[in-house]
T-cell receptor, first 113, second 116 residues
Framework: DAKTTQPNSMESNEEEPVHLPCNHS???????IHWYRQLPSQGPEYVIH???SNVNNRMASLAIAEDRKSSTLILHRATLRDAAVYYC??????????????FGQGTILTVHP | GAVVSQHPSRVICKSGTSVKIECRSL??????MFWYRQFPKQSLMLMAT?????????EQGVEKDKFLINHASLTLSTLTVTSAHPEDSSFYIC????????????FGSGTRLTVV
């Protein structure tokens, strides 16, 4: 499975933008970049995903480097409810993996009031 | 849409007994579902891939005879922890994705299993 590298933790202030980086230098052409977040004692929540082009939705934006070896999840205005562990995951749609998601350690985001 | 219901949310069982956890996709069909386990302060570890109408695919190191998976319909997968021991105490989470789409995955709210 292609792996991702994320910082262990990041901090932000409320109402400010947050840029969460992810490196995936061994990404293959069929790997989608997925982002999920998890609050304590809850299942992960889907945030956003993309293949090559930047993506926007109501929760966040995903900026993907031209060579696809890195990406950045952008929370435009952090709130206290955005404090969570954020996971960047590569999903392989090819082969016999059934598109499984393999989680890394993620980034713990702390948002200060 | 895309809701996954997991039940029970918490269960305490005695050592040596078996526990069944259900994972249902409420408003979509899911031929494939996934089961994860998460220990405190750790990331999710994929245990197995559940496929409707066929045998589950287990990750390396996961005992298939201990963690029985049944995916009898397009909306229901079950995980049975057999002969549970205290070391099986963990947070178990399932996930699914709507068939025929490239949507993101939806996760259940998790089951906290405590074996005493």
């Amino acid at each position: 499975d292609a792996k991702t590298t994320q910082p262990n933790s990041m901090e932000s202030n409320e109402e400010e933008p947050v840029h969460l980086p992810c490196n995936h230098s061994t990404i293959s052409g069929t790997d989608y970049i997925h982002w999920y977040r998890q609050l304590p004692s809850q299942g992960p929540e889907y945030v956003i995903h993309g293949l090559t082009s930047n993506v926007n939705n109501r929760m966040a934006s995903l900026a993907i480097a031209e060579d696809r070896k890195s990406s950045t999840l952008i929370l435009h205005r952090a709130t206290l409810r955005d404090a969570a562990v954020y996971y960047c995951i590569l999903r392989d749609v090819g082969g016999t993996s059934y598109g499984k998601l393999t989680f890394g350690q993620g980034t713990i985001l702390t948002v200060h009031p | 849409g895309a809701v996954v219901s997991q039940h029970p949310s918490r269960v305490i069982c005695k050592s040596g007994t078996s526990v069944k956890i259900e994972c249902r996709s409420l408003d979509f069909q899911a031929t494939t579902m996934f089961w994860y386990r998460q220990f405190p302060k750790q990331s999710l570890m994929l245990m197995a891939t559940s496929n409707e109408g066929s045998k589950a695919t287990y990750e390396q190191g996961v005992e298939k005879d201990k963690f029985l998976i049944n995916h009898a319909s397009l909306t229901l997968s079950t995980l049975t922890v057999t002969s549970a021991h205290p070391e099986d105490s963990s947070f178990y989470i399932c996930s699914a994705r709507r068939d025929g789409t490239n949507y993101g995955y939806t996760f259940g709210s998790g089951t906290r299993l405590t074996v005493v």
